[in-house]
């Protein structure tokens, strides 16, 4: 039960719908692209991507100081169905800034 209230907790929240809905369209982002894309502050977007990895939608890759999220693969019946509703939402996103290919990452 615990497993199932955090993933429906992870899904209870505007920014983190459009944070896996960016994940799913672009793949795996540092964090950094995440900050710059979505202009929020580090600590703000670290708690949303924690909730998100708690709830069991997402997988971190370090590498070095930088960590990288993806949707995790494979999600189960419900997480994938909860995705597939999130992609119908129309859900308008800001375009991605990637600093992580370009060297300019502060993290």
């Known amino acids: 039960m615990d497993i199932f209230l955090e993933t429906v907790s992870a899904l209870n929240d505007e920014t983190r719908i459009k944070l896996l809905f960016f994940l ?12 710059e894309s979505f202009g929020m502050i580090q600590s703000r977007l670290s708690r949303h991507l924690k909730i998100l990895k708690d709830g069991g939608f997402l997988r ?9 999220y993806s ?3 494979p999600l189960d019946r419900f997480r ?20 992580s290919q370009t060297g300019d990452c502060k993290l």
């Open 80 to 99: 994938s169905e909860a995705l597939a509703e999130i992609r119908c939402l129309g859900i308008e996103l800001p375009p991605l800034i990637k600093h």
């Open 24 to 35: 799913d369209t672009h793949g795996a982002l540092c964090v950094c692209d995440l900050q």
């Open 60 to 68: 971190v890759d370090r590498c070095g100081t930088w960590a990288y």
């Open 71 to 73: 949707i995790r693969n």
